[in-house]
């Protein structure tokens, strides 16, 4: 009986699966550690804007609401960006010749939309719905942090699908009543657990966690 021999293109083979065994492990770290680093996930983004609008003021110290802007977030799942038309309704008579609102006067003489640069972009495969949150006592600051705050808006939250799971497996403090949906600090009386508590029951909030609600 004679001895089998293997073909000689197996060494070549063999030689690639000890650099996969090797390999595998090394690129699934590297995969793990570049998922959850900050420029990946967004946290931090802060991008130049055609305009230094500031949310600090308009919001922070001048009290505008942030639906007079974002005016679709109620019945939309998209958050609209405010049109040329909108920043004029105020900026005809506040600082009308203040060059660094050229680009809105030009916007706005043209007839064209406001170049705004997108903050917070989810990945295309995933559907959110602004108004779903927004008409169950959702507040702003949940997803978007205080944004009262800021000069120049930044992402905080990291968007992720764990951290929307978190959210949705128990959404209780970050319900509000709908009144305060755009208060920033809010703090309830009694705190936010039992206002959320109580809120939940009156809305029967019961978010789902199978993959069809954002996967469509």
């Known amino acids: 009986m004679s001895r089998f021999t293997f073909p000689e293109w197996t060494q070549t083979l063999n030689k690639w699966v000890g650099l996969l065994l090797l390999g595998a492990p090394?690129?699934?770290?590297?995969?793990?550690?570049?998922?959850?680093?900050?420029?990946?996930?967004?946290?931090g983004y802060m991008p130049d804007q055609?305009?230094?609008?500031?949310?600090?003021?308009?919001?922070?110290?001048?009290?505008?609401?942030?639906r007079?802007?974002?005016?679709?977030?109620?019945?939309?799942?998209?958050?609209?960006?405010?049109?040329a038309e909108t920043c004029m309704n105020c900026h005809k008579t506040i600082k009308p010749k203040s060059p660094k609102l050229l680009p809105i006067r030009e916007a706005f003489a043209q007839n064209k939309p406001v170049e705004w640069v997108r903050v917070h972009d989810l990945p295309d495969y995933v559907f959110f719905n602004h108004s779903a949150h927004v008409r169950r006592g959702v507040g702003?600051?949940?997803?978007?942090?205080?944004?009262?705050?800021m000069e120049k808006v930044a992402q905080v939250s990291a968007l992720t699908m764990a951290w929307c799971l978190d959210?949705?497996?128990?959404?209780?403090?970050?319900?509000?009543?709908?009144?305060?949906?755009?208060?920033?600090?809010?703090?309830?009386?009694?705190?936010?657990?039992?206002?959320?508590?109580?809120?939940?029951?009156?809305?029967?909030i019961n978010?789902?966690?199978?993959?069809?609600?954002?996967h469509r």
């Open 140 to 149: 702003c600051e949940s997803c978007h942090g205080r944004v009262d705050r």
């Open 50 to 66: 055609p305009v230094p609008y500031s949310h600090a003021t308009h919001v922070g110290k001048l009290g505008l609401d942030c």
């Open 167 to 204: 959210c949705h497996r128990d959404p209780t403090t970050h319900i509000r009543p709908l009144e305060q949906i755009t208060t920033m600090g809010y703090e309830p009386p009694g705190g936010r657990l039992e206002s959320g508590k109580a809120h939940s029951e009156k809305f029967n």
């Open 68 to 83: 007079y802007c974002h005016n679709t977030v109620e019945r939309s799942s998209h958050s609209a960006v405010p049109p």
């Open 207 to 214: 978010p789902k966690t199978d993959c069809s609600t954002c």
């Open 26 to 43: 090394v690129y699934l770290i590297v995969l793990w550690a570049y998922g959850l680093d900050a420029q990946t996930i967004r946290v």
